[in-house]
Nanobody, 121 residues
Framework: QVRLVESGGGLVQAGGSLRLSCAVSGSIFSINAMGWYRQAPGKQRELVAGITSGGNTNYADSVKGRFTISRGNAKNPVTLQMNNLKPEDTAVYYC???????????????WGQGTLVTVSS
């Protein structure tokens, strides 16, 4: 069974930086698009940044110029570098992958458990 595990969250002061990583466990044939989402208390989950297998990226307007999503290696396929953090960035951040476990399987959308990012003012 494929699992995603996020790490790198924590408490940081406004203006600080954090780097989130997403580790993959289990056998995977291929990974297509990946993304980072976040959910703040009382709000809906929203896309923060996404990246395709070809390296094309997209960002929420609120994080453009501050966050950078990157593809990594097979075990840690995506990271999110977050700079100049603001209190409104406080949320649980989730890693998401559109992947194919085996050559004969369909694409699946897999989510991690989330990592909490808290930005103090």
């Amino acid at each position: 069974q494929v699992r995603l595990v996020e790490s790198g969250g924590g408490l940081v002061q406004a203006g600080g930086s954090l780097r989130l990583s997403c580790a993959v466990s289990g056998s995977i044939f291929s990974i297509n698009a990946m993304g980072w989402y976040r959910q703040a208390p009382g709000k809906q989950r929203e896309l923060v940044a996404g990246i395709t297998s070809g390296g094309n990226t997209n960002y929420a307007d609120s994080v453009k110029g501050r966050f950078t999503i990157s593809r990594g290696n097979a075990k840690n396929p995506v990271t999110l570098q977050m700079n100049n953090l603001k209190p409104e960035d406080t949320a649980v951040y989730y890693c998401n992958a559109d992947l194919r476990p085996t050559i004969s399987s369909r694409n699946l959308a897999v989510w991690g458990q989330g990592t909490l990012v808290t930005v103090s003012s």
